[in-house]
Structures are given as C-alpha cells and as structure tokens.
C-alpha cells in the first residue's frame, strides 16, 4: 500500500512492476482488453520522480500478511494485491479492533523504508495507542507502548542509521475518531465532554511523555536519578481552556457570548425586516383601495341656478 504512493515519488516516477503485473493480469482475467490502472506519460514519470522533501508515515501497529487469491470475477483493491492480514493473538490489545501493540514492526518499517526508498528523511507524523471503557488516569498501557515504541525507533536511529528526523505523537488529548466517536481515546489528556468548561484532566501518560521531551531521551539507570525527571509543580493540574475575548460592538467579549449577542443581533433585525415589510404591505394597499373608491363628491348630484 505504501509502495501504491512512494514508489513513483520516491523511485522512478511510475508504479512498480509487480502492482503493474498483477492489475494488467486480473483486468484481462475479468475481460478487460487492458489494465485498470491508468498509465503514467514519461513526462509524467519525469515530473513525478523525486518530488519529495522527506517521507511522512503514520504507523500504529503491524500485522501478519499471507496470499490470498481471489476469483477473477472479483474486482477489487483486496482481491488485486492478492493479500490477506490477520495478528497474533497473543499481541496486546488496545481500545481498537485493528490495532494490536506490537513495537518490533515499527523498527522494521522504519528500516524498510530506509532500505526501500535510499534512506529519506523521515518523520512519523502519527504514532499512539487507544484506550475505551472506563475512564483510568492511570494508563499503563500507553506508557508502556510509548517506552517501547520509541525505544524502538531510538535503535533504527542509533543502531541500524535511519534518517529518522522527528516524531508526532497521536494525540495530545481525547477526540472524536471517525466512526467511533469519543469511545475510542488516544490522548495524553482525558477531556471531560460533560463538562461545559471541557477541562483537560492529564494521565500518567502525559507525565511519562513530557519526561521524555525534557530528558530527550531514556536517562541512564546506572547513572542515578537525573534532574530531567523532576516533575514541574504544576504537571498535575487540570487545564481548562482560557477566555478569549473578542472585540463585539466595541465591547470585549467572551467567544461564548459574543456568539450569543450575534444571534441576538441577528434576530432583532431580522424581526425588524418583517415588521417593515409588513408595514409596506399594508401602506400599499390601503393606498390601492383608496385609488378605487370614488369619492362621495362624485357619488352626489350637483343642481345649478
């Protein structure tokens, strides 16, 4: 899947020849009298090739994949690269069906794609792991990923030379996920929806991760505790999102009720637009019906001396 992406940019500007091969085979099987997947122009291939600046991944867990051939009548993404996944049971669980906490995958794409692609510059840009059900400050779980993910990544860098420039954690805190809403929570930060002040309330996890930023790294056991590890005194407090004011008619307001008397603005003159019109309304035709009625003058007869 990655390859469908990364190799025209990151290798020669076309697809690779296996995507090619297996697409051209299944579209003739199906009837076809050619591929479906459209063809790159050499100017294209020319234009495409190399218009990278560095290789963006997110990645949140690995999964075992074996061949899989579907029908020819079967015309699909799946049923085209001829690949099925499933996981090992015994990999840890999280609060997603589809992500299992399995570290060493994420050393071996990193080094795939090292090995792929010419060692890019590489940033993963997602990384994290899902809790769901009850609501634990104490999420062992996701320090325990964090540790050993990014150990993980520590030893691409250090042991097998990946250019690997940065990491992006997903997320900082509690959001909606797609189709699961706010069931499924990624944050460092458990963020109370029942609340209207939607207080950010840190988990263990926040603590672990800010430790790691201030240390920049894994402090050495050996050599003792390191002052990196102190907890600022505020690490443990909530955090409630601050006012921002907004200037209204010259007046300084919250968003909350700057919004309110936007919609109260609003509504006063939409009112007052129906109360002209109607007023219009009315004016016309009352002048209509006196332009009709004769007067009573013209009703009377006139008598001459």
């Not at 509690?174 to 499924?184: M, R």
């Not at 990624?186 to 029942?194: D, I, M, P, Q, W």
């Amino acid at each position: 899947m990655g390859g469908w992406f990364a190799h025209p940019i990151f290798k020669n500007g076309d697809y690779s020849d296996v995507m090619k091969t297996r697409i051209r085979d299944r579209s003739l099987a199906e009837g076809l009298n050619k591929s479906r997947l459209p063809e790159f122009t050499e100017s294209e291939k020319r234009r495409i090739n190399g218009t990278y600046d560095y290789f963006g991944i997110n990645h949140y867990t690995t999964v075992l994949a074996y061949n899989l051939d579907y029908p020819s009548s079967v015309s699909s993404f799946d049923a085209d690269r001829g690949v099925a996944v499933i996981t090992d049971r015994s990999w840890p669980a999280s609060g997603s069906s589809w992500l299992k906490i399995t570290p060493f995958g994420f050393r071996r794409i990193l080094n795939w794609l090292k090995e792929e692609y010419n060692n890019p510059p590489i940033y993963v840009t997602e990384n994290g792991v899902s809790k769901r059900g009850e609501v634990d400050l104490n999420d062992t779980e996701r320090i325990y990923y964090l540790r050993s993910y990014i150990n993980e990544a520590l030893k691409a860098v250090q042991d097998d030379n990946v250019d690997l420039r940065g990491y992006t954690l997903w997320t900082l805190m509690d959001n909606f996920e797609w189709a699961t809403g706010f069931s499924e929570r990624f944050g460092l930060y458990y963020v109370n929806h029942t609340d209207p002040s939607l207080p950010r309330i840190p988990r263990a996890s926040a603590k672990f991760y800010a430790s790691i930023i201030r240390c920049n790294g894994f402090p050495d056991p050996a050599e003792g505790p390191h002052p990196c590890l102190q907890q600022p005194e505020d690490a443990g407090s909530t955090i409630s999102p601050e006012r921002e004011d907004v200037p209204f008619l010259g007046l300084m307001l919250g968003t909350t009720e700057a919004q309110t008397a936007l919609y109260t603005l609003f509504s006063l003159m939409l009112l007052g637009v129906c109360g002209l019109a109607f007023l219009t309304y009315k004016y016309c035709k009352l002048s209509k019906q006196g332009k009709t009625q004769p007067s009573q003058q013209e009703l009377s007869p006139v008598s001459s001396f």
